[in-house]
């Protein structure tokens, strides 16, 4: 059975000659009627293109030609069939943030890689840290703080000295940026069912951000953040270069 494949490109230039090249070689189908759809750029485009395709039930394959390409496969033009009869998946689930900005109204995103509350002025951000309801912390004086999934454990998180979590865990890392008070905080693991809520205290004198991947909130109030179980995204991976063992390799580099 011959696979029908949808190629996607970013912006970049080498993606588009890519691109361009592949599908002379292999043809090319809309997303809808792909079996695979190949992603050809970075990871910011494999998030993009992971959530422009959550409604379809084909299986996303990302080629590099971005710069890290942690969500990526190594790029060829050769062979393309064969790896992706091989290649092994794995699903994760987003993040769902409801963000409430100071004039009441409610915003809602997923986020792949996490969600992160940032300040958006001169002076640190104050928040107040609910989990399932029940108040962990009255007040946490930062640059920010955000909520990650163990896929994107390596990136945002990963940088501001959040741990890495292995692919299967049921559990989210819960990162601060930049504490001030509690000085030493560096954050939590919690269950990936946990109920997260972030209350912005002096918001108007310290306005934040809210940001999910790349969705941006401004002015906000509070934010809620929980698991979405019922949104499944299924990535391909050579055999051998899952994500499993990406995250067991980045701790050891």
């Known amino acids: 059975m011959t696979l029908k494949i ?18 002379g070689r292999y043809g090319d189908v809309p997303p809808d009627r792909a079996d695979v759809i190949v992603a050809l750029g970075g990871d910011g485009f494999m998030l993009r ?15 590099n030609r971005g710069t890290i390409g942690f969500l990526m496969n190594e790029y060829s033009e050769s062979d393309l069939i064969e790896r992706l009869r091989a290649a092994e998946e794995e699903v994760i689930n ?45 007040e946490l004086s930062c640059d920010g703080a955000l909520l990650a999934t163990p896929a994107g454990s390596t990136a945002y998180n990963y940088s501001a000295h959040g741990p890495i979590l292995p692919i299967g865990s049921d559990v989210l890392a819960l990162t601060a940026i930049a504490a001030f008070r509690p000085r030493r905080w560096r954050g939590a693991l919690l269950p990936k069912t946990a109920h997260v809520r972030f209350d912005v205290l002096e918001a108007e004198k310290r306005p934040v951000v809210a940001d999910a991947d790349s969705i941006q909130v401004e002015d906000v109030d509070r934010v809620e953040i929980r698991s979405e179980p019922t949104i499944r995204h299924s990535l391909l991976f050579d055999p051998g270069h899952g994500l499993e063992e990406r995250l067991i390799s980045e701790q050891f580099t």
């Open 6 to 23: 949808a190629f996607l490109a970013s912006e970049a230039p080498v993606a588009h000659t890519a691109r361009a090249a592949l599908i």
């Open 94 to 138: 987003p993040l769902s943030m409801r963000a409430t900005d100071r004039s009441g109204k409610v915003h809602k995103a997923l986020a792949i890689n996490e969600v992160s509350i940032l300040r958006a002025g001169p002076q640190a951000a104050k928040l107040r840290i609910t989990v399932d309801g029940r108040l962990r912390l009255a």
């Open 49 to 63: 293109t992971l959530h422009a395709s959550q409604e379809l039930p084909a299986p996303v394959y990302g080629m």
